[in-house]
């Protein structure tokens, strides 16, 4: 974000707070009228920096109550491997988040499901899909905190 200057920054932190405000509104709180406040944020978009809007909802809410964090190791690293998983967990919608890591484990998955035996129908559908060295489920009990809106620097620099 260092070429966002100060009204890019205020722009994209309201935007993250609530992509439902109208124009008029951003604009006022970041000091610009409406029609260049819109021309910043279309060029946000189209350089990247905003990569969609979204409506949050409560996963309990909707009937995913249970969220499993899970390791996977891989049982080697050839390209093949890799995408035959990337299409693996990309026909699974209920994995939420999928990163690749340096560490101990090879992948990190945020998994949303209604229950145990839904997990395990997922469990079931992924190992079937790949080969893989070893696995390590970690459930949540409670989630104490959860955002999507970045700490962007809103201040004078």
């Known amino acids: 974000m260092d070429d966002l200057d100060l009204i890019d920054r205020k722009i994209v932190a309201e935007l993250m707070r609530d992509a439902t405000l109208p ?4 604009a006022d709180r970041v000091g610009l009228s ?3 406040c819109w021309k910043r944020i279309q060029r946000l978009e189209s350089t990247g920096v905003l990569t969609g809007r979204v409506a949050l909802a409560d996963p309990a809410r909707l009937g995913f109550g249970l969220t499993v964090f899970v390791g996977i190791e891989a049982t080697d690293h050839s390209a093949e ?3 035959a998983f990337a299409k693996a967990i ?3 919608p209920n994995i939420m988040e999928a990163h690749r890591m340096a560490g101990e484990m090879d992948y990190l998955l945020r998994v949303a499901v209604p229950d145990m035996a839904a997990f395990d129908q997922l469990y079931k559908q992924l ?5 893989i060295k070893n696995v390590t489920s970690h459930f949540a009990m409670e989630r104490l905190k959860f955002t999507n809106a970045y700490p962007v620097d809103t201040r004078n620099r």
């Open 127 to 131: 190992t079937d899909a790949v080969p």
């Open 81 to 83: 491997w890799r995408e």
């Open 23 to 26: 124009v008029a509104q951003i």
């Open 34 to 36: 409406q029609t260049p």
């Open 90 to 92: 990309a026909a699974l």
